[in-house]
């Protein structure tokens, strides 16, 4: 059975960057041809793609974030992880990972409340 479990600080200041970790049990992240992604879903709002990594190392990221956005990985640990620079409010939002096979999104992790706030 694959799970995703986002771990990370669930307060964060503005300015600073946001980091969260997506640890995967159950599959590699390396395994042909899984795409591992990142989500968000703000207060009130709907569900947002961020970006995501594949299972040859490859990025790709939202437009509207991607000055801002940077997703790497540690195939030791089986994890990949988010990194948001320069967060806002409007950065305040459930963050959660998934993975994505051919184009359908088959597992979630269980999500993780990130607050932008002094």
């Known amino acids: 059975q694959v799970q995703l479990q986002e771990s990370g600080p669930g307060l964060v200041k503005p300015s600073q960057t946001l980091s969260l970790t997506c640890t995967v049990s159950?599959?590699?992240?390396?395994?042909?041809?899984?795409?591992w992604t990142w989500i968000r879903q703000p207060p009130g709002k709907g569900l947002e793609w961020m970006g995501a990594?594949?299972?040859?190392?490859?990025?790709f990221y939202s437009p509207s974030l991607k000055s801002r956005t940077s997703i790497s990985r540690d195939t030791s640990k089986n994890q990949f992880t988010l990194q948001l620079r320069y967060v806002t409010h409007e950065d305040t939002a459930v963050y959660y990972c998934?993975?994505?096979?051919?184009?359908?999104?088959?597992?979630w992790g269980q999500g993780t409340q990130v607050t932008v706030s002094s």
């Open positions: 990594i594949n299972y040859s190392g490859g990025t």
């Open positions: 998934a993975r994505d096979f051919h184009e359908r999104r088959d597992v």
């Open positions: 159950g599959a590699s992240i390396t395994t042909n041809y899984y795409f």
